[in-house]
């Protein structure tokens, strides 16, 4: 299983975005299952929202919601709780809310994938960063 990333989504949602050609030859050919949040769905709509990108905001949130295309997780309690752990016990690390919650999610379903472009992903350890391979 591989867990996207709000920084994947974007580049895959937005063709002016420099990965994006990258990153949709790799999304497309992938035959791994997939799976996301409910809080990087959030991020991702707040995103293409905040760099006016409302209309494509719309349509990804239709491939989520309407069409229900994207396999998404809701957080738990316990989840949301551990979330909450990761980042109050990490002062240091400039990791957002939403990135603890998907550090949970990632530790609760024991992924070892990630597709992302975020550097944080890298910080959390022992995960191969797609779509370089990245260790």
């Known amino acids: 299983m591989i867990f996207v990333d709000t920084s994947a989504w974007y580049a ?11 990153i949709l030859s790799w999304y497309r050919s992938n035959s791994l299952p997939i799976v ?33 295309s994207v396999p998404l997780r809701y957080l738990d309690r316990s989840e949301l709780r551990r979330a909450w752990e990761i980042f109050r016990d990490q002062p240091l690390r400039r ?10 999610v990632i530790e609760q379903m024991h992924i070892k994938q990630v597709l992302t472009f975020d550097h944080h992903f890298q910080e959390f350890g022992g995960l191969t960063i797609m779509p370089n391979g990245q260790p």
Request: hydrophobic share 40%; aromatic share 12%; glycine share 4%.
């Open 36 to 68: 996301t949040t409910d809080y990087v769905v959030d991020e991702t709509l707040t995103l293409l929202r905040a760099r006016g990108e409302f209309d494509r905001a719309v349509v990804f949130g239709r491939q989520v919601f309407d069409l229900v």
């Open 12 to 22: 895959i949602t937005v063709p002016t975005d420099p990965r994006h050609a990258v």
């Open 95 to 104: 990791w957002s809310f939403t990135d603890c919650t998907s550090k949970a």
